[in-house]
């Protein structure tokens, strides 16, 4: 008994599924990261006597570039980065198929620099999509792979 409504039922990821996700992540590009650091000045301990605020700015914005760039190729090219990857997990538009580079861009901005304030928004204003705020502001979800069909009609089921 099939019908054309369950060819459009889409699995969305689990929040702990996407934290999994984006802590392999993290761990790859803050190892990338910390072997920049250590190759341009010798040392990953940096010895700043004052304006210790000036000191850590200077390594947020070039870190935070670096996922941002991580995030924005990967999700683009494949829907994927190594951790959704290992979790069978991948970005989509938000009514299937490839998302929009504007969209990939926005949701890899808040999970670079403003992370933490996303993922609040995103809980307390959270939609049945279980998407975070940039992501809803990008037109994108985070599935479980399963080729989602491209169609206006989506029914979305949490996994």
């Excluded at 039922?9 to 996700?21: E, H, M, P, Q």
């Excluded at 990953?44 to 006597?49: A, L, R, T, V």
């Excluded at 941002?68 to 979790?87: H, N, P, R, S």
Aim: net charge neutral.
């Amino acid at each position: 008994m099939c019908d054309e409504k369950s060819d459009s039922k889409v699995i969305l990821a689990k929040w702990s599924d996407r934290f999994l996700a984006w802590l392999i992540d993290f761990v790859i590009v803050s190892s990338i990261s910390t072997a920049i650091i250590f190759l341009s000045f010798g040392t990953i301990h940096y010895e700043f006597d004052q304006d210790w605020l000036w000191a850590e700015s200077t390594q947020y914005i070039p870190v935070s570039t670096l996922f941002f760039v991580y995030w924005v190729i990967l999700e683009y090219k494949t829907g994927q980065t190594v951790g959704k990857k290992i979790l069978n997990l991948k970005v989509t538009g938000i009514k299937g198929g490839k998302p929009k580079l504007s969209g990939v861009m926005l949701s890899g901005f808040g999970k670079s620099f403003l992370l933490p304030i996303d993922v609040i928004l995103g809980w307390i204003l959270t939609n049945e999509k279980r998407q975070r705020i940039f992501n809803k502001l990008g037109d994108t979800v985070t599935v479980k792979i399963k080729d989602a069909p491209e169609t206006s009609d989506m029914e979305y089921v949490k996994d």
